[in-house]
């Protein structure tokens, strides 16, 4: 069973940083997926955030541009997400996810349960 595990969210004000972590342990090879990361705000529809390739290439929203960062360490099976100049409006359930895509939820087979960011003005 593959189960990717969020961790990392929490509270924090408006202009400060959040690291989010994500282990894909089930995943094998794990450097042979896409992993990506998705949000959903109270009252919307679940949105891409940001994506990385298995050669490292990456992807993010024009709203977290120059403020969030992907990365991956292959040999711990995780990939981060590193939040910097936190909004208000960043404040979601944040979902890790697996798959062969990059922007769309298409291209993902596997989500984790996710993990809650709240930024407060």
């Known amino acids: 069973q593959v189960q990717p595990v969020e961790s990392g969210g929490g509270l924090v004000e408006a202009g400060g940083s959040l690291r989010l972590s994500c282990v894909a342990s089930?995943?094998?090879?794990?450097?042979?997926?896409?992993m990506g990361w998705f949000r959903r705000g109270l009252g919307k529809e679940r949105e891409f955030v940001a994506a990385?390739?298995?050669?490292?290439?990456?992807y993010s929203a024009d709203s977290v541009e120059g403020r969030f960062g992907i990365s991956r360490d292959n040999a711990k099976n995780t990939v981060y997400l590193q939040m910097n100049s936190l909004k208000p409006e960043d404040t979601a359930v944040y979902y890790c996810?697996?798959?062969?895509?990059?922007?769309?939820?298409?291209?993902?087979?596997?989500w984790g349960q996710g993990t809650q960011v709240t930024v407060s003005s």
């Open positions: 996810a697996a798959g062969s895509g990059t922007r769309s939820e298409r291209g993902y087979y596997y």
């Open positions: 990385i390739t298995s050669n490292g290439a990456t």
């Open positions: 089930g995943l094998t090879p794990f450097s042979s997926y896409v």
